[in-house]
């Protein structure tokens, strides 16, 4: 998460202490669960350069997160897109909201905003370093 890549010698990398006492209280408001705050995850979609901030949607049509990144082997998407391999890293709309919130304080955006607050949560897979793939034949 955001507080484990903290690096205060790298400015890319510096948690704001408001921030930082929002993590230590667990202060997630309604975008928090069971004492945690999801960041980010990723998807199997395809990325490419230029598509960062594109929205990401469940198969509802709501807005789950926007396309941030994508792994390493995701780059060669422009050539060949390999479904084993490759993975879009989005940002989950949630952390969004709760950096709007509670971080910012901007609740005029939040109030003009349907949100739906009672969303049932996806089976959770803990991320572990995948054995690396070989590339197909």
Do not use: C
């Not at 990723?42 to 709501?62: C, H, Y």
């Not at 998407?77 to 391999?85: C, E, Q, V």
């Not at 901007?106 to 996806?122: F, S, W």
């Amino acid at each position: 998460g955001v507080m484990q890549k903290e690096n205060p010698k790298n400015p890319e990398f510096i948690v704001p202490k408001k921030l930082k006492d929002l993590y230590e209280t667990k202060d997630y408001g309604p975008y928090g669960q069971d004492g945690k705050q999801d960041v980010d995850f990723l998807t199997t979609n395809d990325i490419t350069g230029g598509n960062s901030g594109s929205p990401v949607i469940n198969g509802k049509g709501e807005l789950i997160g926007l396309a941030f990144d994508g792994n390493w082997e995701a780059m060669s998407g422009d050539i060949a897109y390999i479904p084993k391999l490759q993975r879009t890293i989005v940002v989950d709309i949630r952390y969004i909201l709760f950096v709007i919130d509670k971080y910012a304080g901007d609740t005029r955006l939040i109030d003009e905003m349907t949100i739906h607050k009672a969303v049932p949560q996806p089976n959770r897979v803990e991320a572990t370093q995948p054995a690396q793939p070989t590339a197909p034949k």
